[in-house]
């Protein structure tokens, strides 16, 4: 069956806040919706039950539980829309998620970014965690070029976006199955390959904020995968000539640098010299410095 546009969300052990999600999808005849589930263990009967309620998504499960990046690369298995949006299943959609589909249903672009904004999931209050994705569509009709590295590169989450299923079948993209950080990699390989993209300013999805997420987890590897996948990003980057940094590997030598780690400070330099060249490393190390500088000083868009 052909679809405009296929969601996929990824689920595990919270079917309240995946019926609050499924609640704000449209049952439109253009949408598959697919989720994903990790191999639950909690509240097993509440997530049957959303499952009868919605039966008209699609299920499907891991087998074992490999986390988002396996749960995902499973929903890529069964896509039939020509365009691909993510959701977390903490998040929810804003009503304005029909308009936005119905505006790209004939659409050429290969990616399009539309607006976000975040909560706190339990009190509703607004959250600070789309700060620069705000930013940077805000950008976008001041400085297009820029914009577009920003979100095409910077922006390391799969939601709020719209991505031509046929860029991700050609390429082979595909999430990392780490237990953190697994769609860092997917995100910037899709704004490497898809260079025609466009931005809408309408609020279509809302991240929510919680203590108990992977986000804000306790994970073991959570330092080794960030500086072995972020400085690969960055080698990446270097390699491909693409004038951006994954800015977030430096800010965290910085912050060694500041609270005066220095074992850790010099593990970490060391790390980063493995795959990213002095001549790149020391100038934008020292164009951070000077950025985080000015942000302490009240210049609170210097990071971006």
Not at 98 to 119: A, G, Q, R
Not at 136 to 151: T, V
Not at 240 to 263: C, E, K, Q, T, V
């Amino acid at each position: 069956m052909d679809y405009n546009y296929t969601l996929i969300i990824p689920h595990f052990n919270i079917p309240k806040l995946l019926k609050r999600l499924l609640q704000t999808v449209p049952k439109r005849r253009d949408l598959q919706v697919i989720v994903v589930d990790d191999c639950s263990t909690k509240d097993l009967e509440e997530l049957e039950l959303v499952k009868n309620e919605y039966d008209w998504v699609e299920w499907y499960d891991t087998g074992t539980n490999g986390g988002g990046g396996k749960a995902r690369n499973i929903g890529l298995q069964h896509v039939y829309g020509k365009y691909i949006l993510f959701a977390d299943a903490d998040d929810y959609f804003t009503p304005a998620l029909s308009d936005i589909l119905d505006t790209y249903i004939d659409t050429t672009y290969d990616i399009i970014f539309c607006n976000v904004s975040s909560v706190n999931s339990i009190s509703y209050k607004p959250s600070n965690r789309v700060l620069f994705h705000n930013y940077a569509i805000d950008l976008f009709n001041k400085n297009q070029q820029k914009a577009s590295l920003k979100l095409r590169f910077a922006f390391g989450e799969p939601w709020s976006k719209l991505i031509k299923s046929e860029l991700i079948k050609k390429y082979s993209i595909n999430f990392q199955e780490t237990p953190c950080y697994n769609d860092t990699l997917f995100s910037y390989l899709c704004g490497f390959y898809g260079t025609s993209v466009s931005v809408d300013s309408r609020i279509m999805y809302v991240v929510t904020f919680r203590t108990d997420s992977v986000v804000n987890s306790i994970i073991k590897e959570r330092e080794e995968l960030f500086y072995s996948i972020f400085t690969k990003k960055e080698a990446f980057f270097i390699k491909n000539h693409i004038p951006i940094h994954a800015y977030n590997i430096y800010d965290l030598i910085i912050s060694d640098l500041f609270n005066l780690r220095w074992g850790r400070l010099y593990k970490s330099i060391k790390r980063m010299k493995k795959e990213v060249p002095l001549s790149v490393l020391t100038p934008t190390l020292l164009n951070r410095i000077y950025k985080r500088l000015c942000y302490k000083m009240g210049y609170k868009s210097a990071l971006y």
